[in-house]
Antibody, heavy 123, light 107 residues
Framework: QITLRESGPTLVKPTQTLTLTCTFSGFSLSTSGMGVGWIRQPPGKALEWLALIYWNDDKRYSSSLKSRLTITKDTSKNRVVLTMTNMDPVDTATYYC???????????????WGQGTLVTVSS | DIQMTQSPSSLSASVGDRVTITCRASQSISTWLNWYQQKPGQAPKVLIYAASSLQSGVPLRFSGSGSGTDFTLTITSLQPEDFVSYYCQQSYTTPYTFGQGTKLEIK
């Protein structure tokens, strides 16, 4: 059974760096085809794709946020970490991590999600 | 980046109705299109992947179609639990962009 859980601060100040950790179980990020992504959702707004890291350490980022984002993995601890620099109140959102499924068929989608963590940016 | 445009942004319907939500990509994405359902306070859940493949456990009243740039999600015989939000997402190329969402409301 695949599970994911996000953890990190619930409140950050403007200009600070946000560090979120996704701890997962039920799969290994060292297995070919695996991927873990981050998605966020401001209150009452749409989902926004942020970043994705693959089993081979390939990393992909949102074009608009690329300069502020870093995604890394610790395969031995089953963790993926997302850092976002220079936080602003507009970055207030629920941040989700998710397992990228469909590798076997080549149809990629997020099939398992964490429950999300609300991060508020305020002084 | 590929832009995904969903319509309508909100939709009123009644229990038992059939509804269709549309998603248009800014360039051809073949059938690399997924649909998610999101209930208030919950993470999204995948309903349809590869444009028309029903995720395991999803009721048969949900169906998807389309290819290229134009896609639809159809829900037949709406149930009370279906009045939530829906999002399309392309997985043709990163960034895997989402549509702006459709909120389905009870008439």
């Amino acid at each position: 059974q695949i599970t994911l859980r996000e953890s990190g601060p619930t409140l950050v100040k403007p200009t600070q760096t946000l560090t979120l950790t996704c701890t997962f179980s039920g799969f290994s990020l060292s297995t070919s085809g695996m991927g873990v992504g981050w998605i966020r959702q401001p209150p009452g707004k749409a989902l926004e794709w942020l970043a994705l890291i693959y089993w081979n350490d390939d990393k992909r980022y949102s074009s608009s946020l690329k300069s502020r984002l870093t995604i890394t993995k610790d395969t031995s601890k089953n963790r993926v970490v997302l850092t976002m620099t220079n936080m602003d109140p507009v970055d207030t959102a629920t941040y989700y991590c998710a397992h990228r499924g469909g590798a076997a068929s080549g149809n990629y989608y997020f099939d398992y999600w964490g429950q999300g963590t609300l991060v508020t940016v305020s002084s | 980046d590929i832009q995904m445009t969903q319509s309508p942004s909100s939709l009123s319907a009644s229990v038992g109705d059939r509804v269709t939500i549309t998603c248009r990509a800014s360039q051809s994405i073949s059938t690399w299109l997924n649909w998610y359902q999101q209930k208030p306070g919950q993470a999204p859940k995948v309903l349809i992947y590869a444009a028309s493949s029903l995720q395991s456990g999803v009721p048969l009243r949900f169906s998807g179609s389309g290819s290229g740039t134009d896609f639809t999600l159809t829900i037949t015989s709406l149930q009370p639990e279906d009045f939530v939000s829906y999002y399309c997402q392309q997985s043709y190329t990163t960034p895997y962009t989402f549509g702006q969402g459709t909120k389905l409301e009870i008439k």
